[in-house]
């Protein structure tokens, strides 16, 4: 039988979810429910067969919803995932799962304390990409880890532009490269020195590079912001993972459409060419419907314990960057000219779907 699931927010990610549920064949989408009219217009004509409502109370409490899909504000998400535990549905969050650091770990306690499956889309861990490089360092390929290396870098969403609960660039996008480094070093943060700067001369850095050690050792150095040429002609952007080992070394670029990866390993040269795979949402939905109808939670789906870690030291670092030189470099008016850019663009990067 198909899981019987509600989205709840059905914004850019409550959309890509909606295509993947319907792409699956194993789910019936039961309901969409957003405070938008535009939003629910869209919906109804996306999925027809689905109710379209703009109170989340009535897919909680319908008793033949047996999951839901949680799309909305970071703000609303620790009720949504506490309503959801009192009304026995299983639960897939978007990132963060609160708004503060606080909050999430709450929201941590709640969901391990309740036997429904519940996670958190923590995508990367889910590229086909980074499971690739991960097998090949378990192999022995690259000898022991020593240095984890990920820069992400876009025009991507401008100050002002969706992140009010979120944080700013290196929290809202930067918490899933803090996440992805854990899962290579297989441990926690030891050290960090994070600098940045304050682009535009806006209240907040959006970009930030951080580095240091984690508690085996194993060095890292993150690089994130989406100040990459945001009033270029053509725009342009910088993305790749670097793992080196004590002998050998694995790495991947990506153009959004195909991924790239090089494995060179002490036995092995390997180089692989396949398609991105954008959010994985498709992976994520599979591997929650297997944990549904098994009633045994796959080891591969992320903990919403992961997402609180790499949400608190997302701020972590966000906050060491202020407590250093934050120089600020062009002006407000540049900014606006970004902003007035991005409201007409139909083709570019992390552009917010028209309401």
């Excluded at 429910?33 to 939003?39: F, H, R, S, Y």
């Excluded at 999951?67 to 970071?74: S, T």
């Excluded at 923590?122 to 020593?146: D, M, V």
């Excluded at 970009?207 to 002609?233: M, P, R, S």
Aim: charged share 25%; aromatic share 10%; net charge negative.
């Amino acid at each position: 039988m198909k899981i019987k699931i509600g989205i709840i927010g059905f914004g850019r990610m409550g959309r890509f979810y909606l295509d993947e549920l319907q792409k699956s064949g194993r789910y019936e989408v039961s309901y969409i429910c957003d405070l938008n009219e535009d939003a629910c217009n869209f919906a109804q004509q996306k999925s027809p067969e689905s109710k379209v409502v703009s109170d989340e109370n009535i897919v909680f409490d319908d008793n033949e919803v047996q999951a839901v899909v949680l799309c909305a504000l970071a703000n609303s998400r620790k009720e949504q995932i506490e309503h959801a535990i009192r009304k026995g549905k299983h639960v897939i969050s978007e990132k963060p799962i609160a708004d503060t650091v606080d909050r999430e770990w709450e929201v941590v306690d709640a969901v391990e304390n309740d036997d429904h499956v519940s996670t958190v889309n923590l995508y990367l861990r889910n590229s086909w990409y980074h499971n690739t490089i991960k097998s090949f360092i378990q192999k022995g390929e690259l000898g022991e880890l020593a240095i984890v290396r990920v820069c992400h870098m876009t025009p991507g969403l401008a100050p002002g532009e969706g992140h009010e609960y979120e944080g700013p660039a290196f929290h809202d996008c930067g918490m899933h490269y803090v996440d992805i480094c854990r899962w290579y070093a297989g441990c926690e943060y030891k050290t960090w020195h994070a600098q940045g700067i304050n682009m535009w001369n806006y209240k907040e850095p959006w970009w930030i590079q951080c580095h240091g050690t984690f508690e085996n050792g194993v060095v890292f150095d993150i690089t994130q912001g989406f100040v990459y040429g945001q009033l270029a002609k053509d725009q342009i952007h910088n993305s790749y993972i670097d793992i080196i080992g004590t002998k050998g070394v694995a790495r991947m670029t990506h153009d959004f459409k195909t991924a790239k990866v090089s494995l060179h390993g002490v036995s092995e040269t390997i180089e692989l060419e396949k398609p991105f795979g954008g959010k994985n949402i498709n992976v994520l939905v599979d591997l929650f419907a297997n944990s549904i109808d098994t009633g045994k939670r796959s080891s591969h789906l992320p903990l919403m314990r992961d997402s609180a870690i790499a949400s608190e030291y997302a701020w972590t670092f966000l906050e060491d960057a202020h407590k250093h030189d934050l120089p600020s470099v062009g002006n407000l008016k540049t900014l606006e000219q970004i902003r007035e850019r991005r409201r007409h663009m139909k083709n570019g990067y992390g552009l917010l779907p028209k309401r």
